[in-house]
């Protein structure tokens, strides 16, 4: 059977994750695509229902018989309610809000993202995150929902490997790391801010980037141990934040 009525009971049910506010009450997500489907599925994250269109019968198939999902086809108009994807690739699925254990270890590197509210952004810092071993990433509250569709695709699956922290204080968790010997560096243009080729990334240590256009509060900044910069041409103001979270990233990764 393939669900051809745009108004179906289910999929204006689905549709509605879409909205944060009905993800955070159903704890449930909607994902799209075959490549993040593949990583859920590998990420053990519960698969609830899969939706495909005719095409992808095969793939639909082989991905409901691994992880035990309900599956349903559809049009290719109905399917085009539950993404927001420009070209998508004709799958999605709805998968369980996975209950993380928050565990920070000793000596790890621990990136604070402090009101970063564009998702495409919050999605490339989870994505380098991943890339260059970054311990664990916080999320204050205020930033992008990470499960949210726009930071699923930007994140690439990363949202299921990485030990993600959402919904917190910003200046509660910069304290709590100092209490256990963390080294916390606020990045940002501070008198007395150090370049970051002369920052001490190494043993356990964390860096907070602020929003996108208004960066970190001097509340914020004194909380912390010292400010770092990035160096760059004279002429330029400033690098986006995905872009600045990923630069310090790659320092840890290959000095620390």
Do not use: W
């Not at 009905?22 to 695509?33: I, K």
């Not at 927001?84 to 999605?92: A, K, L, V």
């Amino acid at each position: 059977m393939v669900i051809t009525s745009r108004k179906n009971e289910l999929i204006t049910r689905i549709c509605k994750l879409k909205d944060k506010k009905h993800r955070d009450a159903t704890g449930l997500f909607l994902l799209c695509g075959k490549k993040l489907l593949g990583e859920a599925v590998s990420s053990d994250i519960k698969i609830k229902y899969i939706f495909a269109v005719e095409k992808n019968k095969e793939t639909a198939e082989k991905a409901a018989d691994l992880c035990g999902a309900e599956l349903f086809y559809t049009s290719e108009d109905v399917f085009s309610r539950l993404t927001d994807e420009q070209s998508p690739d004709g799958i999605c699925a709805v998968a369980e809000i996975p209950k993380r254990v928050h565990t920070i270890e000793d000596g790890s590197f621990v990136l604070i993202c402090d009101s970063l509210s564009d998702p495409g952004n919050a999605g490339a810092v989870l994505r380098s995150a991943r890339a260059f071993g970054a311990g664990t990433v916080i999320f204050s509250a205020g930033c992008a929902d990470i499960y949210s569709q726009k930071v699923l695709r930007g994140a690439m699956g990363a949202v299921f490997k990485n030990n993600v922290i959402t919904g917190t204080d910003t200046e509660s968790v910069i304290a709590k790391l100092r209490q256990r010997g963390f080294r916390v560096y606020a990045a940002a243009l501070h008198t007395d801010a150090v370049p970051l080729k002369a920052a001490d990334l190494s043993g356990g240590c964390a860096v907070v980037i602020g929003n996108e256009g208004h960066g970190l509060s001097k509340e914020t900044v004194s909380a912390c141990d010292g400010a770092l910069f990035i160096e760059m041409e004279p002429l330029c103001e400033s690098l986006n934040a995905a872009v600045a979270a990923s630069v310090i990233l790659y320092k840890r990764y290959t000095e620390g």
